[in-house]
């Protein structure tokens, strides 16, 4: 049997890297980093597709920088929302599966138990208002497309939560860090295994399987509690709760994000571990390289 041709977008982000690492048990990767596929550009974004003839195209590229999204409203939405849509017309177009990543700030956070798929959509900031319109457009086009949101993600490499508290940890005697907030963490490695594993070795199927579906660890936590998991039982830093409103952003954040995984449970037959548990992993797991060149072919 022929090996399916992979296209990954965002291939130095914290899933990207991930992915590229992963799916080559599933298949040829192509890894595309933004020097590679620019998806601000659509030109790029279709000539990117006919040049791969991917079997599968997993977008793992993102604007996703939640605060300097609400001054570069336009350049968000092109790589959030318009290249999406791209990418979906240019698989419908060839048949292959589209796999792409949006995320819990679709939510406007006033729920107070998990939102299933099917909850109403309202975000609160630009960043989760170009990845709502992504979505639709991948649905307008009406392919073989699965998004999967999630929530909080984390690994060792790049910006995210996880190394932020960390180095300050290094750093400070207090973190201040908010409690009012409450989602699930998930290591970006946990969210590349689970996409390895239903993509197998037949991307093609599960193109009967399209929609949008809730990916993410099991429990709950603010960011205090995460930030306390993350540091550890130490005396130094003492971790200070606080409320939103005494940490002020540019971006309003949903206070509560917890996504209901029933859904992917029922349809794929496996979910994450507690978020715990990928914690656990990620800090034992060892130092990441800062760049995923080594794995563009
Ligand atoms: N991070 C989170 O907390 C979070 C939460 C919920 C959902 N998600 C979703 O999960 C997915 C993966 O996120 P992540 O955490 O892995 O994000 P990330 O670490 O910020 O990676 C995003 C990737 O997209 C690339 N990118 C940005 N602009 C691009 C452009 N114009 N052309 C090509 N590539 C571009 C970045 O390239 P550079 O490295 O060159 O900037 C980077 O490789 C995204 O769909 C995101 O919306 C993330």
Redesign the pocket.
Known sequence: MRRPTILV?????????ELARLLPRCGDVIA????R?????PDAVVAAVRGAKPDLIV???????VDLAEKEAK?AA???AR?PGILAEEAKRIGAVLI??????VFDGTRTTPYPETAPTSPLNV?GAT?LDGERAIAAVGGGALIF???????MR????LLTIRRLAAEREELRIVSDQTGVP?W?RS?AEATARLVGDQPAALADRAGVYHLSATGEASWYEFARAIVGNVAKPRIVPIATVDYPLPARRPAYGVLDTALFRATFGFALPDWRDGLTRCLASPPEPDSAFALAN
């Open positions: 977008t965002g291939s130095t982000g914290q899933l990207g890297f595309a980093d933004r020097a596929l620019d998806l601000a550009d977008n793992a590229g993102a604007y996703t920088a350049e092109a790589i959030n290249a792409h990543y949006s995320t819990d700030y960043y990845k949101r999630t929530s909080w993600v984390y690994g790049g910006k995210n939560f998930n970006c969210l």
